[in-house]
């Protein structure tokens, strides 16, 4: 396209704005290809409930989704290191990549000049066994101790750390325990230095219509089947417990199979969720200084109101986003 250089795109925003229709375009109009940045369109089995775009929707070929089992363990270092051989990899075959998703930590691990840690990857099952112990060691002393223990150790880490974030003081002692600290993994990420070439395009929605826009998503995934494919990765024996399966849309469907609620309060806490994760998304992103944001609540409200269809949707969209390409 004359007048536009970058060797990426990367098309960001919030849950239901549209992100997925607009990358498939560009990389349909720019002859590229989609990596998924998306932390649980990694998971294979897990299609509805991540909102995966079906096979036949594809224009292109997609990376970055279906890499691992639900009970394996995956991170922002793994991620950062396969993305990076995906980048180089499209490039070498002459194509635009174009990064899709809503998980600014794997996007800025992927694009943006700081090495995560990877020195674990080949003991997954000692990792997952490490952190079981310190999982287990926070829940005897409690939340306030054991974020003592870790002040003791490494203060300037604890201090970035609120104590009840159980999870975040476990990875604090994780990188203790590889020769590093949180406190200079995290160092970089005020920095916003790329280590490509890359242009970032945000969808930006009115709160009320996105809002809309991910109860209406919900509720198709229901049609679409999440019970049963809920269903399936509990009797495949996926526990409940997973990481992966503590994600929106998956745990607040177990207790229905349980008969614990019912689908319809699963619905409206589903949705809940859906709007909080939405709202930090969009304060994850709003922080960073080269997002070039385009507004397409018209589009949506156009498109709900049936005065533009889907093929109509997307040329629009694709239209907005080359026009701050070029």
């Known amino acids: ?53 079906v096979e036949e929707s594809r224009g292109v070929y997609y990376h970055g989704i279906d890499l691992v089992d639900p009970d394996q363990v995956f991170s922002a270092a793994f991620y950062q290191r396969y993305a990076r051989e995906v980048i180089a990899d499209i490039t070498a075959r002459g194509k635009q990549v174009i990064f899709c998703g809503g998980t600014g930590l794997y996007l800025r691990a992927a694009l943006d000049d700081f090495e995560l840690d990877q020195g674990r990857d080949g003991d997954s099952g000692g990792e997952q066994a ?23 150790l490494d203060a300037r880490s604890a201090a970035l750390i609120h104590p009840n974030n159980v999870r975040r003081v476990i990875r604090a002692f994780e990188h203790l325990e590889q020769g590093t600290s949180y406190a200079e993994v995290t160092a970089g990420f005020g920095a916003y230095e790329g280590a490509y070439a890359a242009r970032y395009i945000g969808l930006r929605v009115e709160r009320e219509l996105l809002y809309q826009l991910i109860d209406a998503r919900v509720d198709i995934m229901i049609k679409s089947g999440l019970l049963g494919e809920v269903q399936v990765l509990l009797s495949e024996g996926f526990d409940q417990t997973l990481t992966s399966m503590q994600a929106i849309g998956y745990k607040e469907i177990v207790p229905v199979l349980t008969g614990e609620v019912t689908l319809q309060q699963a619905v409206l806490a589903i949705k809940q969720a859906s709007r909080r994760y939405a709202k930090r998304q969009e304060t994850w992103f709003q922080r960073d200084p080269r997002i070039e944001w385009i507004e397409v609540s018209d589009l949506h409200r156009a498109r709900l109101a049936a005065k533009v269809d889907e093929q109509e949707f997307r040329q629009l969209m694709l239209g907005r986003a080359l026009e701050v390409l070029r």
């Open 130 to 152: 490490r952190r079981e112990q310190l999982r287990a060691r926070a829940e005897l002393i409690g939340a306030g101790a054991f974020h003592r223990e870790l002040a003791e």
């Open 1 to 53: 396209m004359q007048g536009f250089e970058a060797d990426i795109v990367a098309v960001v925003g919030a849950t239901a704005s549209g992100k997925s229709v607009l990358a498939d375009a560009l990389a349909v109009h720019l002859d590229g290809e989609v990596v998924s940045a998306d932390s649980m369109q990694v998971y294979r089995g897990m299609d509805v409930g991540t909102a995966k775009v």
